[in-house]
Nanobody, 126 residues
C-alpha cells in the first residue's frame, strides 16, 4: 500500500520561502505522476502543481503560483518537493501531496489521485 507523508510547513512572513516534502513508502512514488493541492480555511481544495511521469517530468502550475512555486522529484529519496518562494498571505492553507492513479481525469482534478498525504499547514502573515 502507498503511504504519503508531508512535512516542512510552518508560520512565516510574507515574502519568505518554504520547502515542502512528500515522503513515499510502499511504492516508488517517483514512478508516478504527483500533485500538490491546498485547502484554505472555509474554501474547497484546489490544484497547485503537478509533475508528470511521462514527457521527462514536465511540470504544470496553477496561475496563482506560476513563477513562485516549483515542484521537483528526488528519486534517490523517493520524495516529491514543493519549493515555495515569495509567499503571500493568500497562500495560507493546508498543503497535500497526492499520487496520480487515473488518467481518465485531468491532472488538475482531485479525482485523478487516489493516495493522499495527511497535509501540512502553511501560514503566511502579512
Amino acid at each position: 500500500q502507498v503511504q504519503l507523508v508531508e512535512s516542512g510547513g510552518g508560520l512565516v512572513q510574507a515574502g519568505s520561502s518554504l520547502r515542502l516534502s512528500c515522503a513515499g513508502s510502499g511504492r516508488t512514488i517517483t514512478d508516478y505522476g504527483m500533485g500538490w493541492f491546498r485547502q484554505a480555511p472555509g474554501k474547497a481544495r484546489e490544484f497547485v502543481a503537478h509533475m508528470a511521469k511521462w514527457s521527462g517530468g514536465t511540470t504544470y502550475y496553477d496561475d496563482s503560483v506560476q513563477g513562485r512555486f516549483t515542484i521537483s522529484r528526488d528519486n534517490a529519496k523517493n520524495t516529491v518537493n514543493l519549493q515555495m518562494n515569495s509567499l503571500k498571505a493568500e497562500d495560507t492553507a493546508v498543503y497535500y501531496c497526492a499520487l496520480r492513479t487515473s488518467l481518465s481525469f485531468s491532472y488538475q482534478s482531485e479525482k485523478s489521485y487516489l493516495f493522499w498525504g495527511r497535509g501540512t499547514q502553511v501560514t503566511v502573515s502579512s
